[in-house]
């Protein structure tokens, strides 16, 4: 599993010329069950997602895919970890 941190490094009102693009992105890949969870940073400096991916060469070529990335407003860092404990309801996220 891979938490990717996104930090925007342009104004707001680029990313925001952007978002529209970025969350149809995020919806494919919900769609092919690749990220797990996403959102905001508090206060809004960037974002963060959850994602399974293969391994972080592939993870990588899917985020080249963002509108973000693309057009150069925010910056990513992954880290790969390895769930082994989580609540019950969150199981399924758990790797041996």
Same mark, same amino acid.
């Given at each position: 599993? /891979? +938490?990717? %941190?996104?930090?925007? =490094?342009?104004?707001?009102?680029? *990313?925001?010329?952007?978002?529209?693009?970025?969350? &149809?992105?995020?919806?494919?890949?919900?769609?092919?069950?690749? /990220? +797990?969870? %996403?959102?905001?940073? =508090?206060?809004?400096?960037?974002? *963060?997602?959850?994602?399974?991916?293969?391994?972080? &060469?592939?993870?990588?070529?899917?985020?080249?895919?963002?509108? /973000?990335?693309?057009?150069?407003?925010?910056?990513?860092?992954?880290?790969?970890?390895?769930?082994?404990?989580?609540?019950?309801?969150?199981?399924?996220?758990?790797?041996?």
């Amino acid at each position: 599993m /891979f +938490i990717v %941190s996104l930090n925007y =490094v342009s104004a707001l009102d680029q *990313v925001d010329a952007l978002l529209e693009g970025h969350i &149809e992105f995020l919806n494919r890949q919900y769609e092919k069950k690749i /990220f +797990i969870a %996403s959102g905001r940073k =508090v206060p809004r400096t960037g974002g *963060v997602i959850f994602a399974r991916a293969k391994n972080k &060469e592939a993870l990588n070529t899917i985020l080249e895919q963002d509108p /973000f990335y693309k057009k150069g407003v925010a910056e990513y860092e992954v880290t790969e970890f390895v769930p082994t404990m989580t609540l019950p309801e969150f199981a399924n996220l758990n790797e041996s």
